[in-house]
T-cell receptor, first 110, second 117 residues
């Protein structure tokens, strides 16, 4: 799996958009970008994933650059319950398990 | 999304005893489940891949005789921590997918916090 780089921590004001960046410059053509989050003392929660097109669901939007070397997860209106560690993971066909990096700790401030 | 359930959510055991953790896929069948371990302030580390009807595949450095994995059915995998010691205290998490391939999200259980005293 390609390596990902994320900032260790970010703050966001409640009600504002949270934009979480991820670099994956060694991503290959068949690798998907996944985002998960982990709220304290819980299992990871799936958020969204994509290959090359931008994706949106009820939780978030995923913007992948045209060269696919980076992506941004957008939480459009952050709430206090969005405080968590967010993991950006690149996944290929050869490995079924997800490999977690250190993620970004997002703190939503009231 | 699909639901993966773990039991128990918390367990405290005495040093030297064994503890069994169950992971169930509630609304789908999973031929493969994964077991992770997470120490405080660290990320999730894959321990092993649990395969229905066959032996588990362990990651390097994980003792297969200490962490026994049984995947007896398409909806249940168990992890038994044998002869537990305080250093085995950790957060254990399982995951499963209802499909195969890279375009497939994995779903995680709520985790089991094991404390060995």
């Amino acid at each position: 799996d390609a390596k990902t780089t994320q900032p260790p921590s970010m703050d966001c004001a409640e009600g504002r958009a949270a934009n979480l960046p991820c670099n994956h410059s060694t991503i290959s053509g068949n690798e998907y970008v996944y985002w998960y989050r982990q709220i304290h003392s819980q299992g990871p929660q799936y958020i969204i994933h994509g290959l090359k097109n931008n994706e949106t669901n009820e939780m978030a939007s995923l913007i992948i650059t045209e060269d696919r070397k980076s992506s941004t997860l957008i939480l459009p209106h952050a709430t206090l319950r969005d405080t968590a560690v967010y993991y950006c993971i690149v996944r290929n066909t050869g490995r079924r398990a997800l490999t977690f990096g250190s993620g970004t700790r997002l703190q939503v401030q009231p | 999304g699909a639901v993966v359930s773990q039991h128990p959510s918390r367990v405290i055991c005495k040093s030297g005893t064994s503890v069994k953790i169950e992971c169930r896929s509630l609304d789908f069948q999973a031929t493969t489940m994964f077991w992770y371990r997470q120490f405080p302030k660290q990320s999730l580390m894959l321990m092993a891949t649990s395969n229905e009807g066959s032996k588990a595949t362990y990651e390097q450095g994980v003792e297969k005789d200490k962490f026994l994995i049984n995947h007896a059915s398409l909806t249940l995998s168990t992890l038994t921590v044998t002869s537990a010691h305080p250093e085995d205290s950790s957060f254990y998490i399982c995951s499963a997918s209802n499909r195969t391939g890279p375009n497939t999200e994995a779903f995680f259980g709520q985790g089991t916090r094991l404390t060995v005293v």
